[in-house]
């Protein structure tokens, strides 16, 4: 007889779950986020032409104000869902080597789909819009070590917060690949040099002011 009060163990041949009791507990929450996610674009659309109008009212270009506020409002509506989702406790159901596993791709080989998919995902909006919104972060090595210091910092609040999660190496490589690939997806707005000339000459004014102040 199976004791009731007994975790749940992971299923030989499918995979440890590191990070959730069982593939259904996981895929519910998956949909509750893209439920949540798709309800709020309508606010999340107002938020981004309320913030592109204020701009083009503070005398940036159309394409200026709308490229921002698109960048500002994606970064957090892609993210924030998703950490939040990292942030929930798991069941007792834990990985065999322990609370923390520092041994990069151990983990990664026995990792279901839906954990690599949902291990990506977390950072898809970091990597694609910050560059657009922040000049400092138009290079794939900084996206790259930005999305890196991010996950080891989730990784770390789950350990510290002793949230029943495994704690891993491959987390942060799946997390880091997935803000990396975004950015390079995303890499031929972002470097197009016209936005990057609208953003001086909002930042600035006009070329002949940039010229005056580097004088």
């Not at 200026?64 to 406790?89: C, D, K, N």
């Not at 069941?91 to 949902?118: C, E």
Request: glycine residues 6%.
């Amino acid at each position: 007889m199976i004791d009731p009060t007994r975790p749940p163990q992971p299923t030989p041949g499918l995979g440890v779950i590191i990070n959730g009791s069982s593939p259904h507990d996981w895929i519910d929450r998956y949909e509750t986020v893209a439920l949540l996610m798709l309800a709020a674009m309508p606010l999340v659309a107002l938020t981004i032409w309320a913030l592109a109008r204020r701009r083009r009212y503070s005398g940036s270009t159309t394409t200026t104000a709308w490229r921002t506020s698109l960048a500002e409002v994606g970064i957090l509506y892609g993210t924030l869902p998703w950490l939040w989702l990292t942030m929930l406790p798991a069941s007792s159901a834990r990985d065999t080597h322990g609370p923390v596993s520092l041994v990069p791709l151990r983990d990664l080989t026995t990792m279901p789909t839906y954990q690599i998919v949902g291990n990506l995902l977390i950072f898809v909006a970091l990597g694609a819009f910050s560059p657009v919104r922040f000049t400092a972060l138009q290079s794939i090595p900084r996206i790259l070590a930005v999305a890196a210091a991010c996950s080891v910092l989730i990784e770390t609040t789950q350990y510290v917060l002793k949230l029943d999660r495994v704690s891993s190496v491959d987390d942060v490589l799946l997390n880091t690949a997935g803000a990396g690939l975004a950015a390079l997806a995303s890499r031929r707005w972002w470097r197009t040099r016209n936005w990057l000339a609208e953003r001086e000459t909002a930042e600035f004014g006009s070329p002949d002011r940039c010229a005056g102040m580097v004088r």
